[in-house]
């Protein structure tokens, strides 16, 4: 069955922490995606990457960076937690074949609250 | 930038009833698909429409796709307590990445 976990669920930060989101997915996909959501916004994508190493940037990523060392894991780094950084983040993944907008498959989400 | 728009944003029904969401969208698109989010959890893909496609049925599920009009419906029939969640559509066009709306919240009253 597929299964992509994220690190935690739910997240305490202080202003100017250094955060790190994990996610792992284990169905072997190319794709990898770091969405933020919030009330009333609905989805935005952060970053994705389609291979190791590599990276692209979304619609929001001031702020964030992110790391794909191994396929089946990518970080996504807040450098200095900000109060405007507090939301609900999802990691999905999906096959290469199809691109990006192929079927998506979301974790659970972790919801961060920055103080 | 907004590809999905969902109407209603909001949408109450009593159990047994159909629920019907729509969708339009603002550029031409490869595939639109929509899912399924159960309150503070991650999102479910419920569904893909190619942009070839005019209708797809998944159980209870029913999709039409017009692309004359830029848009979609999602038909969840004999709706079901379970069925409560919030409903997005996600379209795939030029960028080829999936762009979200911002999503229908279905509740379902047993």
């Known amino acids: 069955d597929v299964k992509v976990t994220q690190s935690s669920r739910y997240l305490v930060k202080r202003t100017g922490e250094k955060v790190f989101l994990e996610c792992v997915q284990d169905?072997?996909?190319?794709?990898m995606f770091w969405y933020r959501q919030d009330p009333g916004l609905g989805l935005r994508l952060i970053y994705f990457?389609?291979?190791?190493?590599?990276?692209e940037k979304g619609d929001i990523p001031e702020g964030y960076s992110v790391s794909r060392e191994k396929k089946e894991r990518f970080s996504l780094i807040l450098e200095s937690a900000s109060t405007n950084q507090t939301s609900m983040y999802l990691c999905?993944?999906?096959?290469?074949?199809?691109?990006?907008?192929?079927?998506?498959?979301f974790g659970p989400g972790t919801r961060l609250l920055v103080l | 930038s907004q590809q999905g728009e969902e109407d209603p944003q909001a949408l109450s029904i009593q159990e047994g009833e159909n629920a019907t969401m729509n969708c339009s969208y603002k550029t031409s698109i490869n595939n639109l698909q929509w899912y399924r989010q159960n309150s503070g959890r991650g999102l479910v893909h419920l569904i893909l429409i190619r942009s070839n496609e005019r209708e797809k049925h998944s159980g209870r599920l029913r999709v039409t796709l017009d692309t004359s009009k830029k848009s979609s419906s999602l038909l969840i029939t004999a709706s079901r307590a379970a069925d409560t969640a919030s409903y997005f559509c996600?379209?795939?066009?030029?960028?080829?990445?999936?762009?979200f709306g911002k999503g229908t919240k279905l509740t379902v009253n047993p």
């Open positions: 990457s389609y291979d190791v190493k590599m990276k």
């Open positions: 999905a993944s999906s096959l290469l074949e199809g691109g990006p907008g192929e079927t998506q498959y």
């Open positions: 169905m072997d996909h190319e794709n």
């Open positions: 996600a379209g795939q066009g030029g960028s080829e990445k999936l762009v």
